[in-house]
């Protein structure tokens, strides 16, 4: 870790984490875009994930889902740790796009699922809540036999308003942002940068570097490895 970096974390008291599917692939949990990722091996990956096709074809919708999105035995790593123990100190806020439940499994506080859980399931007819064990053998809720669902963001669907205004007030009081595990190339997710503090600094830790229109300090290595030097 370089002692500068280490630095700007230590001094910092009000992070924002915007975090990615780069995030969980050490847990075991494919990206989507990437070469060997969700959306490379499903052509119709988008459509599958899509508020149409969860209306039109629900069996499809469900069968997805299932196969392809769920991995319940998935553990936090380092990441997510590390992330987690600076937001229980208070000085941290996560805003992720990841809807694996693995920060809250890490005991994440100030979290902003920005796409939703998995894990959190409702009935379409009642809005009653379900057990996700419960989802996962079987889409119907057994008190009226409406279709179940998770809550996650699908294609076709505006986000949560009480999770925009939590991400844009957390964005504009950041005396640092971190960047970690995401292109920043999918909207309106990306659009929380145009909402940042300006006299914040900017830290990305990703694989490939990224064009984000104004400087920052870029790490173009192992998120797992930069988490695990860092001292919080």
């Known amino acids: 870790m370089e002692a500068r970096l280490q630095a700007t974390f230590d001094q910092a008291q009000h992070i924002v984490f915007l975090t990615g599917a780069g995030v969980s692939t050490p847990s075991g949990i494919p990206d989507y875009r990437s070469k060997n990722g969700l959306y490379t091996g499903h052509r119709n990956a988008e459509y599958y994930l899509s508020h149409s096709c969860l209306v039109q074809e629900p069996e499809v919708f469900y069968d997805y889902v299932k196969q392809n999105l769920y991995y319940p035995d998935a553990k936090p790593?380092?990441?997510h740790e590390k992330q987690a123990a600076l937001t229980r100190q208070n000085r941290a806020t996560v805003i992720t796009q990841n809807i694996d439940n693995l920060y809250n499994v890490a005991d994440t506080q100030h979290l902003?699922?920005?796409h939703g859980n998995l894990?959190?399931?409702y009935c379409q007819v009642c809005g009653a809540k379900a057990d996700?064990?419960?989802?996962?053998?079987?889409?119907?809720?057994d008190a009226d036999g409406g279709w179940l669902r998770p809550d996650v963001v699908l294609y076709d669907e505006g986000l949560n308003t009480t999770n925009v205004q939590r991400a844009v007030a957390a964005m504009s009081q950041a005396d640092l942002v971190v960047i970690v595990g995401t292109s920043m190339r999918v909207y309106p997710f990306a659009g929380l940068l145009d909402y940042r503090n300006q006299q914040a600094q900017v830290v990305v830790v990703n694989q490939e570097q990224l064009n984000l229109g104004f400087t920052y300090d870029m790490v173009q290595a192992d998120a797992t490895e930069f988490f695990d030097a860092l001292r919080v």
């Open 119 to 121: 894990y959190n399931v």
């Open 112 to 114: 902003v699922e920005f």
């Open 77 to 79: 790593n380092v990441i």
């Open 132 to 141: 996700w064990h419960d989802y996962l053998k079987s889409p119907y809720h």
